[in-house]
T-cell receptor, first 117, second 114 residues
Framework: AQSVAQPEDQVNVAEGNPLTVKCTYS??????LFWYVQYPNRGLQFLLK??????LVKGSYGFEAEFNKSQTSFHLKKPSALVSDSALYFC???????????????FGKGTKLSVKP | EAQVTQNPRYLITVTGKKLTVTCSQN?????MSWYRQDPGLGLRQIYY???????DKGDVPEGYKVSRKEKRNFPLILESPSPNQTSLYFC?????????????FGPGTRLTVT
C-alpha cells in the first residue's frame, strides 16, 4: 500500500536560516512526488514535484526538494527562510501503478513550519 | 483566471439535514476529487472522478455521495450529515491526461454539523 510519512508535526526556524521539512514515502513502482503549501484559511497550493530526471527539483518561492530513491525520501528545503514561509506543508505521493494511469494522491499529515523573526 | 471554486465557504447545519457542497473548475480538467482535512490526519480522499459519469470511492466515502454529470462540476452530497462529518472540505482537479499533473485546490468549505 502507498503511504507518506512526515515525521515532524512542527518545524521551527529562525528567519534567514535554512529550513528542511522531511518526507518519506512507500509506493510500488516509480513514485510521483509532490509538495503543497497551505496558508491559513486558504486551499492547498502546489509548490513542486518530482516525476523523473534530476533528483534536485526547484519550485515556487525559492523552495527545492531532493529525491533520494535509496532512502525513499523527498525532503523540502529552502536556503534562507522567510517569516512569510510560515504555513502548513504537505507531501504527497502518487504511484504509477495505482488507480490506473492517473492514480490518486496520498497525502502526509502535514508539517507546520514556523519561521520567527 | 484558472480556478476551482467551492460553495458555500462556511456552513453550519444540524444532524440529518441534507446538504450539498458545490465544486466547479474552469480548466477543462477530467479528474476531480474531494478531500476532507482533519487535525492530525492530513487530507483524506472521499471520492474522485476520472471523467463525466465516472466516479469512485476514496479512502473515507461513508456518508457521502457525489455525481459528475458535467465535466466542470463535481458536487459533494451529505444526505444525512452527522457530527463526525464536521471538517474542512477541499475539492481539487487535474488534467488526467498527464500522470504527473499537479492538482488544483479550491479554497475549502468549513462544515459544522451540530
Amino acid at each position: 500500500a502507498q503511504s507518506v510519512a512526515q515525521p515532524e508535526d512542527q518545524v521551527n526556524v529562525a528567519e534567514g536560516n535554512p529550513l528542511t521539512v522531511k518526507c518519506t514515502y512507500s509506493v510500488s513502482g516509480n513514485p510521483y512526488l509532490f509538495w503543497y503549501v497551505q496558508y491559513p484559511n486558504r486551499g492547498l497550493q502546489f509548490l513542486l514535484k518530482y516525476i523523473t530526471g534530476d533528483n534536485l527539483v526547484k519550485g515556487s518561492y525559492g523552495f527545492e526538494a531532493e529525491f533520494n530513491k535509496s532512502q525513499t525520501s523527498f525532503h523540502l528545503k529552502k536556503p534562507s527562510a522567510l517569516v512569510s514561509d510560515s504555513a502548513l506543508y504537505f507531501c504527497a505521493v502518487r504511484g504509477l501503478n495505482y488507480g490506473g494511469s492517473q492514480g490518486n494522491l496520498i497525502f502526509g499529515k502535514g508539517t507546520k513550519l514556523s519561521v520567527k523573526p | 483566471e484558472a480556478q476551482v471554486t467551492q460553495n458555500p465557504r462556511y456552513l453550519i447545519t444540524v444532524t440529518g439535514k441534507k446538504l450539498t457542497v458545490t465544486c466547479s473548475q474552469n480548466m477543462n480538467h477530467e479528474y476531480m476529487s474531494w478531500y476532507r482535512q482533519d487535525p492530525g490526519l492530513g487530507l483524506r480522499q472521499i471520492y474522485y472522478s476520472m471523467n463525466v459519469e465516472v466516479t469512485d470511492k476514496g479512502d473515507v466515502p461513508e456518508g457521502y455521495k457525489v455525481s459528475r454529470k458535467e465535466k466542470r462540476n463535481f458536487p459533494l452530497i451529505l444526505e444525512s450529515p452527522s457530527p463526525n462529518q464536521t471538517s474542512l472540505y477541499f475539492c481539487a482537479s487535474s488534467n488526467s491526461g498527464q500522470t504527473g499533473a499537479e492538482q488544483y485546490f479550491g479554497p475549502g468549505t468549513r462544515l459544522t454539523v451540530t
